[in-house]
């Protein structure tokens, strides 16, 4: 299982409709509203790339009210 971390910009007034919908994505594990550049923090675990893909394209972005994401995954050392 691999991990992500999307940071969110949603639109001036949006932040919580997003943040609620989020909560529906199965694959969405954690999400918390921030201050700052980025409004939420969403963490994603998934299987392989092509369910982290359907999760960022086809589910989060489509959302109303986000303006921006930016995706980090995670890592082991």
Known sequence: MSTAFVLIKAEPGCERDVYLSLLDI???SETHVAYGEYDIIARIDFEDEHEMARTLIGNMRSLPGIIKTETLIAVEV
């Open 26 to 28: 199965d694959s969405i």
